[in-house]
């Protein structure tokens, strides 16, 4: 009967295996058709003369606000671990951090990153739903901290796009994102999962919804928790538009910083959309399309995106010697 059931669970993992490696092949598909049609489109000697000409020093800077981000970011977990109970060092959160960002470049998006952390946290204080809800709540702080940024920046400075003003569909985001934020923390869908569930007599899935709500209601009950991670979302984003400003600059370029803060955070947005590996492809695509706005060239627009592009991959590999050095104590324990 065991090797029934084995035989069985093999036989349905393999498909799935061969669904995600046919997924991850057309995702870097897509990625490469939308670069070569850019790298079509410029000239590639301008793109190599202006990089040869790179302040290294202001590339440097961007590559410091980077990193100071990602210590930023885990302090933000931390702040959101506590009212869930779970007692994990800053020091240990840190080191998830740069993990996920190192698997960020081999998982379909960029929060891909995201489910690396929530496993291992999950592993680590053997509580997987308290773990997920502090990695979602960490992901959803920082996102309504982008919208918040993009759309003070495009009302004061009353940025546009192909004509239009981008405060009209920000606005429309950041309701949205309030919206299900109420719902996320709100009895009543929870309680609608439950008897739904209840009446489909899946009883696991309505210990699910239970533990689901306890987890997030634990956020209901400290705003100030919740105050202080989108606080220092706030100024995870600001030192994001600050380097790709500081990228700018390296590059001999100069143009006004508020344009940065609208056009940075949208870039962030599109990036997370499951359509490309890493965002790679769609993030230089918005470069071009939002910059050229700015009268800056396409040359230009798609070397500041390669920039930021590189940026990450180099802050990224303390998370390859993170990575490392867990398994070889996972191995030295398992012995």
Known sequence: MDRELASRAISEERPARGRGWRRLGVKG???????????????????????????????????????GGQLLSALRWRVLTAPLGLSVSYGRLVALYFLGMFFNFFLPTVIGGDAVKAYYLARETRDAVRALASVFMDRNAGLGALLLVALVAAAVGRVEF??????????????????????LLADAPYRGLKRLFSAARMMSLVELADRAHEAFGAYRSAPLSLGK?????????LMLVGLNYANARALGLTFDLLPFCVFIP?????????????????REYAFVLF???????????????????????????????????SGRSSSDHSR
């Open 29 to 67: 598909a897509i990625s490469a058709f939308l670069l070569g049609l850019l790298f079509r489109r410029v000239d590639l000697e301008q793109m190599l003369g202006a990089l040869a000409g790179i302040r290294p020093e202001l590339f440097a800077i961007a590559l410091v606000l980077y990193i």
């Open 162 to 183: 192909a004509g239009r003003p981008l405060v009209v569909p920000l606005l429309g985001g950041t309701i949205l994102y309030l919206l299900l934020n109420f719902a």
């Open 229 to 237: 991670a989108v606080a220092l979302s706030l100024l995870f984003h």
């Open 266 to 282: 949208i870039i962030s947005l599109l990036s997370m959309l499951p359509i490309t590996l890493y965002g790679l492809g769609v």
């Open 291 to 325: 910059f050229s706005q700015l009268g800056m060239t396409r040359e230009a627009s798609l070397l500041l995106a390669l920039l930021w592009f590189l940026v990450t991959v180099l802050a990224s590999l303390p998370g390859a010697v993170v990575y490392v050095t």
